[in-house]
């Protein structure tokens, strides 16, 4: 939520002038990515959760990882700032950027590859078989997470320039639209889930990957219900509200309300015509030539 508020700062000269507003988004970008990593670096923390877990068996790392990175929102707005990038620029071309079949494919393998290894890569320092130098956790801190936003940007990109293909059939189908109503508050309350969930245990567990995969699916479907319940008591209503106190513009489009030129009076001082410059014929071939060249609007003229 502080997000909402500091992204005035940005959005502001974003709009004014635009250079600047960037160079603002910049500047903003190295100081949430220098403060992490120096974080990082200077208490010698983990560059992840659960980076070699059998090393730190009392969690106290992990747990001062928790407090100094993970719930702090100036460690997190390295994603915030590269989709708010992804948005200025999809406005600025209203959408319509296209690049040729050989980017795309470029595009779709260099995101695959970059999620893959975050998702993967650190998996031999996760199980502590390698162990992280000081320099390597502070760089993989403090841009893991605007990496990840930057391969989730280019899924968007791809599909909302309709170059998402087969992600964009998938991302589209009408059975995830319920699911999708739910993941903001999934978001939200997920942590609390876990948390209940891991907090209640009286006694260790022996970890296997039947036993993980039980967990994962039972908190998901618990998480998804409360979600749901959260959506109906809070998220609905004040996008309800939203809609009546902030609606929105009707944005009107050549091809509705084409551009009217050279408008004289006629003879008829209630007569007024005008004619009409726009991509396409608004009359047939066949229709009356004074048809074709104007249109006449009555009315009282003042």
């Known amino acids: 939520m502080q997000f909402y508020a500091v992204s005035l700062l940005i959005l502001v000269p974003l709009y004014k002038k635009p250079i600047a507003g960037l160079i603002t988004m910049g500047m903003f970008f190295v100081a949430t990515t220098l403060t992490t990593g120096f974080i990082i ?34 460690c997190h707005m390295g994603p915030y700032l590269v989709g708010m990038f992804l948005a200025h620029l999809l406005h600025s071309k209203n959408m319509r950027i296209k690049l040729r079949p050989v980017f795309v494919t470029i595009g779709w393998i260099l995101a695959a590859v970059l999620g893959l290894v975050l998702v993967y890569g650190n998996y031999n320092y996760f199980t502590g078989d390698l162990i992280m130098s000081n ?23 791809a599909c909302v320039t309709e ?18 109503r739910l993941t903001y508050s999934a978001y939200l309350l997920h942590i609390f889930v876990l948390t ?11 970890v296997n990957h039947f036993l993980v995969i039980t967990i994962y699916l039972g908190l998901l479907v618990i998480t ?20 009546i106190f902030l609606p929105r513009r009707q944005e009107k489009h050549s091809d509705s309300n084409p551009q009217l030129i050279n408008c004289q009076d006629s003879s008829d001082e209630n007569v007024t015509n005008c004619s009409y410059v726009d991509s396409e014929p608004l009359f047939s071939e066949h229709q009356d030539e004074h048809q074709r060249n104007s249109v006449k609007y009555r009315g009282q003229l003042t």
């Open 224 to 243: 998804m219900g409360v979600s749901f319940v959260f959506s109906l008591a809070f998220e609905a209503p004040m996008m309800e509200l939203e809609k």
């Open 41 to 74: 670096h200077f208490e010698d923390l983990p560059g992840f959760p659960g980076e070699n877990l059998i090393a730190d068996r009392n969690g106290d790392k992990l747990q001062k990882y928790m407090s100094d990175i993970y719930f702090k929102p100036w």
């Open 163 to 180: 170059q998402g293909g087969y992600v964009n059939t998938l991302l589209s189908w009408k059975a995830l639209v319920p699911l999708s």
């Open 135 to 157: 320099a390597l956790r502070s760089f993989y801190g403090a841009l893991s997470r605007s990496a990840w936003g930057l391969m989730l940007s280019w899924v968007l990109f």
């Open 196 to 206: 209940t969930f891991f907090a209640s245990q009286q006694t260790s567990f022996y």
